[in-house]
């Protein structure tokens, strides 16, 4: 299975396309504000698989393929001396590549939110916090 994050200028926030390996594709808007009608358009598109909304969304969307891996993550977070790399990538396997990708994307917003004389988290305990979902 594949995973694309959608976004486009007209449709507020990111559509997430799940495309397996026969190339169909599920859309999920849970991090979305689009309208119905909007949310109609992409599923429509979505039945023609992936190359279609290449085609028919044009410059202004962006359309990429989430990929993030343990070690792009274990860059990003940082935090060597005393996280766990072993309990970390123990949960990072166990996450969903959704998760996955939101959880690396969320980082830095992470990072600018910790009060002032606040320590973050833990990476292992950054991911079993799933703070990326609230």
Request: with cysteine.
């Amino acid at each position: 299975m594949k995973t694309f994050l959608l976004t486009n200028e007209q449709i507020p926030g990111e559509i997430f396309l799940h495309e397996d390996d026969l190339g169909k594709v599920r859309c999920d808007f849970t991090k979305s504000d689009a309208t119905i009608d909007q949310q109609r358009f992409v599923l429509r598109i979505s039945l023609s698989g992936i190359a279609e909304f290449r085609r028919v969304l044009g410059e202004d969307s962006k359309l990429v393929e989430l990929q993030a891996t343990f070690e792009m993550f274990w860059h990003r977070y940082d935090d060597k001396v005393n996280s766990s790399k072993k309990r970390a990538e123990q949960k990072w396997n166990k996450m969903s590549e959704v998760d996955r990708q939101r959880a690396y994307n969320f980082i830095p917003t992470y990072f600018n939110n910790i009060p002032y004389g606040t320590r973050r988290k833990f990476a292992e305990t950054y991911l079993n916090a799933e703070l990326w979902n609230n």
